[in-house]
């Protein structure tokens, strides 16, 4: 302890009588401090020069999470099975807005070009997982898991077009209809769901489109 502490430094009359009291800092602060100084230079240039970025270290965390957890993500498939359980899980959980042959009351038309949230497979997918719960679209992801709904999105896409004559999009809802809180119908009448004549014609599509 060579040096003096606590001490009154003694220039009040340049202060208006204010005393100063010399209240030095501990050396270990001092030495922190200065530690963090140094330590700054060698970390900026680490950071900046080093090759080192958040989105690298974000996006590689994401990726092994990724293969940590892998996404129970359903294959799309187009097959005749998918469209056939597609078919009975519309009859009971989608008939009540999207009506039997798919064109629409309370939910949009389903079989026409026009589409809200995309007509893609997975944007179909996404959209019945996740629900669009302000319209009324409910998020089935947690009730069917993501097998159903890549079914139900097989049989959709299997209906292009059998309804084309069909309301609008966004349907137009009949005020009687409108049920916000209408549960998903479980045993709903599956009628027309799967009505042949309109399985065909998607196919047929199906097949023109692949070609
Ligand atoms: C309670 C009524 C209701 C039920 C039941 C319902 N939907 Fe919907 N659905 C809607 C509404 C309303 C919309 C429009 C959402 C919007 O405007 O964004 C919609 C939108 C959709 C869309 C997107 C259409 C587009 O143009 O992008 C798909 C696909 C869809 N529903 C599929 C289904 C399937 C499959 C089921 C059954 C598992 C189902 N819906 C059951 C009300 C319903």
Not at 45 to 52: C, E
């Amino acid at each position: 302890m060579a040096k003096d502490r606590n001490e009154l430094l003694g220039h009040a009359e340049d202060n208006d009588g204010i005393q100063e009291y010399d209240n030095a800092m501990p050396d270990w602060w001092l030495g922190l401090f200065f530690f963090t100084i140094v330590w700054s230079v060698g970390y900026v240039g680490w950071f900046t020069f080093g090759g080192q970025s958040q989105t690298g270290w974000y996006e590689a965390e994401m990726a092994h999470a990724a293969e940590q957890w892998p996404q129970k993500q359903a294959s799309f498939a187009m097959t005749p099975e998918a469209i056939a359980a597609g078919a009975e899980l519309y009859g009971k959980n989608c008939v009540g807005c999207h009506l039997p042959d798919l064109s629409g009351s309370i939910g949009p038309n389903l079989t026409d070009d026009v589409w809200i949230h995309g007509g893609s497979p997975e944007e179909i997918m996404a959209v019945i997982t996740n629900g669009v719960p302000a319209k009324g679209m409910i998020t089935w992801g947690p009730i069917l898991g993501p097998e159903k709904i890549s079914h139900l999105a097989a049989f959709i896409l299997s209906k292009k077009g059998t309804a084309a004559a069909a309301p609008a999009p966004g349907g137009a809802v009949a005020p009687e209809a409108v049920a916000p809180e209408a549960a998903p119908a479980e045993g709903a009448a599956p009628a027309g769901a799967a009505a042949p004549a309109g399985e065909a014609e998607g196919q047929r599509r199906e097949r023109e489109e692949e070609g």
